[in-house]
Structure formats: structure tokens, C-alpha cells
């Protein structure tokens, strides 16, 4: 190197440090958009954000709105029409227990099936199949020649009711804004609150005909399949059809609700999100498993209660519990020798339903201002302190108080266990965990309203005794809650996954995402760890 110059075979390699290394594929940000002239890509919870909640969304509250009251009527119906089955068919005290009992039964395993489904084949498709299915075993039920034929149909009509109504939950969640979540389910509770009414308004006009509790069946019946062709006109949720890589047909539909709307069309397109397959088991994985026992034995305990103590309520009357009955006309045995209701009855029955209305309204308000937790913390130790009461008698105007309090505390527990539960998993899975809890709280219904039927022939306060218990597990069980989801939008990627194998159907999902984008939604394995 005399000449002060390196030769080339003398110049060192170039290293490169592993934190500095440079990929041979650079990624591209992911909102940008090769194929979209503005090269946007919005997420679709901002989106549905920035539209709004405006005229798109009274379809949805319309559909959703009927379904709501046509379920409540359905359910209401065993009640009111018990009486006429047992002095028709002249069944047993057990087998008219066995009517509502069933009946739930059918609610949960519709329910467990339906969450599944709609996860995997869509809200929509499964809703109006399921509504088809509702209105022909409803009005066939109507037609039963015997206790058996009533009971199988009935139990179908239990199966439609519980598939339903868990997904015309998520779906209303999926396709609102944040803001007006709670407010939605307001409107689907009280909905539901005047479907009772109307049922109840039906058996005061038409019971006294002979065949009057077919007649009240066949008008129960009705809003179902009105609700049919309304359900027709309600787009797929958009949040679903993210999951299952269908952005175009996602942002066809926002295109519409932005018309609808009043909002500018949107420019770009939409960011796909991770794409995973339900499973049932996944519920139970982390970070899921702590507030999915949890949300159990709290949809359980009050689903127990409140369809409980629609057949406490008439069964206290009957029996003039704590002189309940003195300010009206009871149920009284007719010449044939069977027991009917009387007309203040069917009315007394009517404002019950009424007297639910200021908890439903009370609920979504502490729920967005308190908290989920809170709330339910609240109504859940309410609950059990103004049914503890009614076990002594302090005359019949306190029980008044006592069971419009406890009818609102029923309320807003239900209300805010509604609203919470879909919150608290991503899109992917939150129909099927929905329709989960939903099918086990039936099984608590299922059981609270044959031993409520079966007990209170002979003993009225060991049903109410029962109630407590069941108040005082859940109310404990509310005190473990850690997930609060008060003003968080809804979840569609994958959080923390359990680690498992991607399915066939999830890698090609997968593939479908990478050869239409360019790029694709990570399939993000969940860790074990807590979330």
C-alpha cells in the first residue's frame, strides 16, 4: 500500500447490525390503498362513528323492534293461557309445570345452535330463517289437538325465541354507533315491555270465547310474521362481513348508511381486520374464561328471577298472598270446575309490564354514566334486599312498593347484562359467546319457572326463598367483575387468541384477503396470557 491506495480485494464487507436489517419486502402503512383513488383505508368502528346514527339505523331499530315485541309476546302467552290447557286436556300440576319449563329448554338449545351459526353463516340469513320457522310453529301451536302436540310445538316456538333473540343483539350493537348502544337496547326493551302489554290486553278481550286461548295464540303469532318482511329489507351486519373478508360488500352497505344518513360518500376503502374462525371452546379460553363463568352465573341468576316471577306474580294473586288481591277480582272456579283468570286480572297483568319501563330506562342511563359493573353490582344487591322483604308481610299497599321496586330492579339487571355481554368479545366470537350465556341463562329460566309453577301450588314463600338464594350467588358473583366496558367501541380484530392451529376455512379466508388486497390481515395467534 505504498501508493496509499486499497485495492478492491483488500476493502472490508460491509456488516449490518440484525436491529438495522433491512427487509427484503418493505411493508406499506396499512391505511394506504393502491387501488383506491384517495388511497384511504378507514377502520370500519371509525367509520361507523364519523356516520352516525340517523335514518339507516330505523330500519334496524324497526326489525329489531318487532322481533323484541313479537318474543315478548310468545313468552308471555304460557302464563296467561295455563289455566285454559290444564281444564281442556285436564293435566297434572307437574305437567303444567313441565309447559314453561320445556319451553325454556327449547330457548336454550336455540340458543346455544344460533350463536354458532350466525357466526359462521351470518345475522341475517339466520334470522330470517329462524323467523319463518317461528311464525309456522306458532300459528301451528295453535291448532294442537292434544297436551303433547302443544307441548312439542311450544317447545319449537322456545327453540325460534331463544335463536332469535341473542342475535338481534349483537346485531343491533354491531351496526350502531357507540354512543347510541345503550340507547338502542332502551328501545328494544321497552318495545319488549309493550309486546307484554299487547299480549295481556289480547287475553282480556278474547279469553272469554270459547277457544278465546287459540285466539290469543294466533294474535301473539302475528307481529312475527309481520316482523318477516321487515327483516327482509335490513342489510348483513357490517362488522360480520369484515370478519369473513367481504370489504366490498361491507363498505356497499356504509356507502348506503352515509346516503342515508346525510353524509359525504366515503372516499377509499376499508382496512380489512383479522379473520378467525369461532369456536365454542374459544369462549372459555383467555382471556375470556374468568368473565365468562362469571356472565353465566349472572344471566343465569337473573333470567331465573325475572321469567320466575312472571308466574310468581299471577300465582300470588290467585292465592290473595299478603292480601294482594283485595283491591280487585281474583281467579275464580267456574261451574265446569276450572280455574280462570278475571278481567283486573288480565289488566293488573298489563301494568306489571308497564312497571318495568322506568328500570329500562334507568339502565342504560347508569350504564354509560356509572359503568356496566356498577350497575349491576347495584341492581343485583337491590334486587335481593326488596325480595327478601316481600317474605314478611307488611300489608298490601308496602307489597305494592316492594314489587314495583323489585320488578325495576329485575329490570335494569337484565337490561344492563344485555348491553355488557356482546361488549365483551371481538366480532369473530361475540354471537357465539352471546347465544351461549343467553342458552344458559334459559336453563336457569327453564328451572326457575318449573319450580315457581311446581312449588307455589303449596308453598308460595319457598319460591320466594328460592329466589333470594339464586339473587344472593349472582350479587356475590357480580363483586368479581373486572372487565368494564363503558365507552369502548366493539372489538373485530383478535385480541389475545388462544394458540391453536388456523382451520382450513380460516387459511382461506386468509388467502382470499391477501390476493384481493395485496397484503393481508394478520391471523394473530392468541397468547395465554391474561388480557
Known sequence: MSDGLIRNEELPEPTISPEVAISPEVEEPNDIDKSSPTGKQHDISDLIEDIGYGPYHWKVIVAMGMMSFSDSTEIWIISLITYE??????????????????VFLGMAIGSFSSGIWSDKYGRKRVMVI?????????????FAWSYISFLILRVCVGFCIGANYGISICYSAEMVPLARRGFNLLLLDLIWAFGGVYICLCAFFLMDYPGGWRWVIIMAAAPCIISIPILHYC????RYLMMKGKTDEALAIMQTMAEKNEKPPIEGSLKPVNTFVAKWSDIFQQPYTRRSILIIIIFGSIVWVFYGFLYLLPDMMSYGYCDLSQFFEVTYVDENGCTEYTKSEYLFLAVVNILYIPGYIISPITAEHWGRRPTLWYSFWGGLLFTAMMLICFGAVVLYIELFIVVNMYAIAIATVWLYTPECYPTYLRSTATGTHNGFSKIGAAAGTFLTEYIDSFNLKLSIIIFCVVLLISSIATLFLQHETMGMS??????????????????????????????????????????
Open 235 to 238: 342489510d348483513e351486519s357490517v
Open 85 to 102: 290447557i290444564v281444564c281442556e286436556w285436564g293435566i297434572s300440576s307437574l305437567e303444567e309445570a313441565l309447559i314453561p319449563g320445556l
Open 490 to 531: 366493539l372489538k373485530d380484530d383478535v385480541d389475545v387468541d388462544p394458540v391453536r392451529t388456523p382451520s382450513e376455512e380460516e387459511k382461506g379466508i386468509e388467502l382470499e384477503g391477501r390476493q384481493q388486497y395485496g397484503t393481508s390481515p394478520t391471523m394473530t395467534r392468541r397468547s395465554t396470557s391474561a388480557h
Open 130 to 142: 329462524v323467523y319463518y320457522c317461528f311464525a309456522v310453529f306458532a300459528i301451528a301451536s295453535a
